[in-house]
């Protein structure tokens, strides 16, 4: 089945849904964390999920234009994983504990059934502004004529490969996500 905007979506919510389930740490701490650190692991588990979203759409579109089979979408996303799983997934677990925190504190102020939806709502609105940055990504990437998106596409899973659409210490998202996995991996 090839990879399309609504698997990714549905993959997405089904991994942060299960996420949420399991946090157990409040993320609304402005105190201990300062506003700028809290916007800056916002913005870090954003762009590695719309990261994640766009070479998965890369990949998924390069493999249409070139007429491969699935093993080829999944062998990119596979070797892009090996270097940018653990980032993704400190993006993941960052995105359920803010949808956890947002849940809780309705709970506390609404009731049960409001705290409930307005997780759900948070989580979709997270979900969809990751999808939807991630399709940016990939669509300025591919926004040549067929030549061009052609030629993108045959060097692409070299690039993956090679480092290229990595998140690397020289990211200024690297050094927030290194902090969610370093608590992540302390609990």
Same mark, same amino acid.
């Given at each position: 089945?090839?990879?399309?905007?609504?698997?990714?979506?549905?993959?997405?919510?089904?991994?942060?849904?299960?996420?949420?389930?399991?946090?157990?740490?409040?993320?609304?701490?402005?105190?201990?964390?300062?506003?700028?650190?809290?916007?800056?692991?916002?913005? @870090? $588990?954003?762009?590695?999920?719309?990261?994640?979203?766009? #070479? !998965? *759409?890369? /990949?998924?579109?390069?493999?249409? &234009? =070139?007429?491969?089979?699935?093993?080829?979408?999944?062998?990119?996303?596979?070797?892009?994983?090996?270097?940018?799983?653990?980032?993704?997934?400190?993006?993941?677990?960052?995105?359920?504990?803010?949808?956890?925190?947002?849940?809780?504190e309705?709970?506390?102020?609404?009731?049960?059934?409001?705290?409930?939806?307005?997780? @759900? $709502?948070?989580?979709?609105?997270?979900?969809?502004?990751? #999808? !939807? *940055?991630? /399709?940016k990504?990939?669509?300025? &990437? =591919?926004?040549?004529?067929r030549?061009?998106?052609?030629?993108?596409?045959n060097?692409?899973?070299?690039?993956?490969?090679?480092?290229?659409?990595?998140?690397?210490?020289?990211?200024?998202?690297?050094?927030?996500?290194?902090?969610?996995?370093?608590?992540?991996?302390?609990?």
């Amino acid at each position: 089945m090839k990879l399309n905007k609504i698997s990714i979506v549905t993959c997405f919510l089904l991994q942060i849904m299960f996420l949420t389930s399991c946090a157990t740490t409040s993320v609304d701490d402005d105190s201990a964390a300062g506003g700028d650190a809290m916007g800056a692991l916002n913005a @870090a $588990a954003g762009y590695a999920l719309a990261l994640n979203v766009s #070479v !998965r *759409t890369v /990949a998924s579109r390069c493999s249409d &234009l =070139l007429g491969r089979d699935d093993e080829f979408t999944h062998g990119i996303v596979d070797d892009w994983e090996i270097n940018n799983g653990e980032y993704v997934n400190a993006g993941r677990t960052w995105t359920a504990a803010r949808v956890t925190s947002i849940r809780r504190e309705t709970e506390e102020e609404f009731g049960q059934e409001k705290g409930q939806a307005a997780g @759900a $709502a948070a989580l979709t609105e997270l979900a969809e502004i990751a #999808v !939807r *940055t991630g /399709a940016k990504m990939a669509d300025t &990437l =591919l926004s040549g004529n067929r030549a061009e998106k052609l030629k993108i596409c045959n060097g692409f899973h070299d690039e993956v490969r090679g480092g290229h659409y990595d998140i690397t210490p020289q990211s200024e998202h690297h050094l927030p996500l290194t902090a969610i996995i370093n608590v992540r991996n302390q609990q």
